[in-house]
């Protein structure tokens, strides 16, 4: 039945060693890429790769396996009455096997390749499932036409029209999937980005956590999921807090009694901002006076810090060590003022 439905000659011819070998090869300078260029990868993505690894080895082995088994069948005399039936099922299951090492490997290349460019955070899947797509598409056609010696022309077009109707079945999940690749190209946000989402009045914030077919997940500052469809991220505004290079400004404000001594305090609290380990030496914290009225002096700290998501735990060690510093050099900061008047007299309450 095999010998029917399958070019038996074309089939053996591919099975030889020598593609055999080179895809061991493929797998070994993957190996090879892997420990020279991925050195300062973090433990998370080196274990990643190394399970990777793992499943590749194993099916690997497997192919092995089912190559010499094809060898020894086919080369076996005494017994090739016996296993004669048998050799085009192997041939056919080891011509298979080989395809899925191979995409398997090539997954792996391009996963390493994109790991070149984002060491600190993980890549998204969504292009590496893509080309994987693509590859087995194309192996698979290459197979239809070479194994089973059939014409892929005639085949695509019978199905052109059951093509139309699922695409329109499958509009918003194309517009979807077409639009995460869109964003990939772009390359405008990476996983682990902070990101400002904008779009009329709807607005969020989180990190970027995956970007999958259908949407962007991203992770809120109370750990909350937020997803979005790709199609919408696509047609929003995204402001992205981790330039690469680029430090992030932040703000505080103190305000301090009137007639301190406002040289003093600025020293004071550049000094101490500067002590507060999340925050850049360079470009160093800088005060300076923003306001004044008769009841207050307002000193504002500038300082500049790479992880966007720690910014309120940054600000309250700022406003803590800040205070302490300043009433630690009897410097106060102002109170309240809150004025009432009457038909008679005005009175002053503070607080």
């Known amino acids: 039945m095999a010998e029917k439905f399958i070019k ?3 089939l053996y011819g591919l099975l030889e060693l020598e593609p055999f070998i080179l895809l061991g090869a ?14 300062e990868a973090s433990d998370e993505r080196h274990r990643s790769i190394r399970n990777h690894f793992r499943t ?6 497997i192919l092995a396996f089912l190559f010499l088994l094809f060898i020894f069948m086919q080369t076996s005399e005494p017994q090739i009455g016996r296993f004669a039936k048998f050799i085009p099922y192997v041939a056919f299951l080891t011509f298979i096997w080989g395809n899925v090492v191979f995409v398997k490997t090539s997954r792996l290349i391009v996963l390493q390749y994109l790991f070149l460019g984002s060491m ?8 590496v499932n893509i080309f994987s797509l693509i590859l087995s598409i194309v192996l698979v056609f290459w197979g239809i036409t070479h194994v089973f010696g059939l014409e892929v022309g005639p085949l695509l077009a019978t199905s052109a029209a059951a093509s139309v109707i699922l695409g329109l079945a499958l509009q918003d999940t194309l517009g979807n999937l077409f639009a995460g690749i869109s964003l990939q190209l772009d390359r405008n946000f990476e996983i682990g980005d902070w990101l400002e989402i904008t779009s009329g009045i709807q607005k969020a914030t989180g990190q970027v956590r995956e970007i999958t077919w259908r949407s962007t997940t991203l992770v809120g500052f109370s ?9 919408f991220m696509a047609n929003a505004q995204i402001s992205n807090f981790s330039p690469p290079d680029n430090p992030i400004v932040r703000r505080q404000i103190f305000r301090l009694a009137f007639g301190q001594n406002i ?9 101490t901002v500067a002590g507060v380990g999340e925050i850049r030496g360079i470009p160093a914290p800088w005060a300076y ?3 004044t009225n008769e009841h207050w002096v307002e000193v504002k700290i500038i300082y500049f810090i790479d992880n966007y998501g720690s910014q309120f735990n940054i600000g309250d060690k700022v406003y803590v060590r800040g205070i302490e510093a300043l009433k630690a050099q009897g410097i106060k900061l ?3 003022v809150v004025e009432l008047s009457d038909t008679n007299q005005g009175h002053e309450i503070s607080r």
Do not use: C
Request: charged share 25%.
């Open 8 to 10: 038996i000659q074309a």
């Open 26 to 39: 493929l797998i070994a300078i993957t190996w090879i890429f892997y420990k020279f260029f991925l050195k």
């Open 56 to 61: 590749l080895l194993r099916h690997y082995v």
């Open 120 to 127: 600190k955070h993980g890549v998204p899947l969504l292009l």
């Open 223 to 231: 750990d909350e999921l937020i997803t979005f469809p790709n199609r």
């Open 263 to 271: 040289e003093l305090a600025k020293q004071i609290l550049e000094r």
């Open 289 to 291: 006076v923003s306001d």
């Open 334 to 336: 102002a109170r309240q």
